[in-house]
């Protein structure tokens, strides 16, 4: 049995990646790998935010593992195998790590819809993940399309097929 990566961050263009990754798990038979990546916040002058306010980087995870439930229990609802990973770092270097680490088939991950000119300005973790993934990376619809609305639009084409 393979492993999908599923990456999430509770963005609507995550939460739709991962209902995708999920739909393509049952298909295949795979387990899912799903990671969310928190990060310790920078205050000035860099200094992590864990030294003004532990309650703040507590609040921090907790919500980055309440994240990663609810994924879960999408991937649990849908029967199928999941493990959770909830890491704390540069996101698209902890994607790729698990990747690489569970010998994943796929990566999964959300994209906002911004274009080729605002990603380039902007970078972003899912450019990251495509330039630097140990294997093939199945981006989600942007968050204003659903998994469902993809899917209608492509039906017409798989009935001719």
Excluded at 20 to 27: F, P
Excluded at 44 to 50: K, N, Q, T
Excluded at 114 to 119: F, K
Aim: some cysteine; glycine content about 8%; charged content about 25%.
């Amino acid at each position: 049995m393979a492993t999908l990566v599923i990456a999430v961050d509770g963005s609507n263009a995550a939460n739709q990646a991962a209902r995708l990754g999920v739909e393509v798990a049952k298909a295949s038979g795979d387990s899912v790998a799903l990671i969310t990546v928190w990060q310790v916040m920078r205050a000035d002058f860099g200094v992590p935010v864990s030294v003004i306010d532990r309650d703040f980087v507590d609040t921090e995870r907790e919500w980055a593992q309440r994240v990663l439930d609810e994924a879960a229990e999408v991937a649990h609802s849908a029967g199928v195998e999941v493990e959770s990973v909830l890491a704390e770092g540069d996101p698209a270097s902890e994607i790729c790590r698990l990747a690489r680490e569970r010998q994943a088939r796929m990566i999964v991950v959300g994209t906002h819809g911004w274009g080729a000119i605002r990603s380039l300005l902007l970078g972003g973790v899912t450019n990251a993940v495509l330039h630097h993934a140990p294997c093939a990376v199945l981006t989600g619809p942007p968050a204003d399309q659903s998994v469902a609305d993809i899917r209608e639009r492509s039906a017409p084409e798989r009935a001719e097929s």
